[in-house]
């Protein structure tokens, strides 16, 4: 009953002011981040096990990361710290027009260093499902690294989830980053993915083009308007839940935990349990917009059935 989650952690310094741009910011707040990382967090907030497999730098930020990982309660026995790169960052901004002005800090990063033979795939064993994210596939040997663990995962039967996270910045150009987010579909059961992804990746609304042989769940997350969640047999749109608003980030990772705590929750049914699986992830995604910050604002288990539980 249990998640490993492989990719970057990084800290986000996130600027004290509104409306500035990075280069503008007087000072920033540091923030453990990496969406895979909030993955894994909030799984075991959720009453679950999970571990965390990738690279940090062998420098204070990432002996932080580490400990905030495993305040959390995540096996750690798989990250590891490299001495030949640093602890990716990204410092973050929201502009006057509301976008989000990013720098990331990755020329390279410690992350994008992980080879096939620093994983440690017998992290596995005991685990249900193997989730990652697309920007570990931006550069080798971090792409052949994640590629050999997913064929690991695929071959102990485990279930594969996939998050296409774009972030055009990282990429060397949009036409590399289609290419290669399309990778991450010939190993995933479940995938999570946005309304702007979908159309970034296929031109359109229509998700026909994301299917693949062993493709069984594809949620598509549409922020306040909650999810449409797709398996071969239906397609369910799922309401979200109003609420106060804050900050969304890390909502994508929230909901993508509720999303796989729910099919580890129902073992043999979850293709049949669809509307409520999303419908506790939208829950858990909602929630994670309430505070500051991704990891923060995650929800404890106890929370997210008393949010559900709440009449609205
Ligand atoms: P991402 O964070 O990856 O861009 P979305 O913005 O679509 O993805 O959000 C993921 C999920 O989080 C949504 O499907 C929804 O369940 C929840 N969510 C996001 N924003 C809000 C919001 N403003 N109010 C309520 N729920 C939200």
Redesign the pocket.
């Known amino acids: 009953m249990s998640v490993v989650s492989f990719g970057e952690l990084l800290i986000d310094f996130v600027a004290l002011e509104h409306g500035v741009s990075v280069g503008e910011a007087s000072g920033f707040k540091k923030a453990p981040g990496g969406a895979p990382a909030n993955v894994a967090v909030a799984v075991r907030r959720l009453g679950h096990k999970a571990a965390f497999l990738g690279q940090v730098g062998d420098d204070p930020f990432g002996w932080h990361l580490t400990e905030v990982l495993q305040a959390e309660g995540i096996d750690v026995s798989g990250l590891r710290h490299s001495t030949e790169a640093r602890t990716m960052l990204a410092f973050v901004s929201l502009t006057k027009e509301g976008e989000r002005s990013f720098v990331f800090y990755r020329h390279p990063s410690a992350d994008m260093l992980m080879r096939p033979e620093d994983v440690a795939l017998e992290v596995l064993q005991g685990y249900k499902i193997f989730h990652f994210g697309s920007i570990t596939l931006i550069t080798e040997p971090s792409r052949s690294a994640l590629l050999m663990t997913a064929r690991a995962a695929a071959s102990q039967q485990m279930l594969i989830s996939y998050d296409p ?1 774009l972030r055009l910045s990282l990429w060397p150009s949009a036409e590399a980053a289609r290419q290669e987010m399309w990778t991450g579909f010939n190993y995933a059961h479940i995938v999570k993915i ?1 309304e702007e992804e979908v159309e970034f990746l296929t031109g359109g609304h229509d998700i026909a083009p994301l299917w693949r042989e062993q493709t069984q769940i594809i949620a598509v ?4 308007k ?2 449409t969640v797709h398996s071969r047999k239906e397609s369910i749109d799922v309401p ?2 109003a ?1 106060n ?1 804050r900050d ?1 980030t890390g ?2 990772d ?2 993508m935990a509720g999303m796989l705590v729910g099919v580890l929750e129902n073992p043999d049914n979850y293709l049949l349990k669809l509307r409520e699986i999303t419908r506790f ?2 829950a858990v ?2 929630m994670a ?1 309430m505070n500051l910050g991704a990891i923060p604002s995650l929800p404890t288990r106890e929370a997210a059935d008393h949010f559900l539980k709440t009449p609205r």
């Open positions: 996270n946005s997350t549409r922020g306040a909650g999810a979200g839940f609420v608003t969304t909502a994508g929230a909901f992830a939208n995604g909602a917009t």
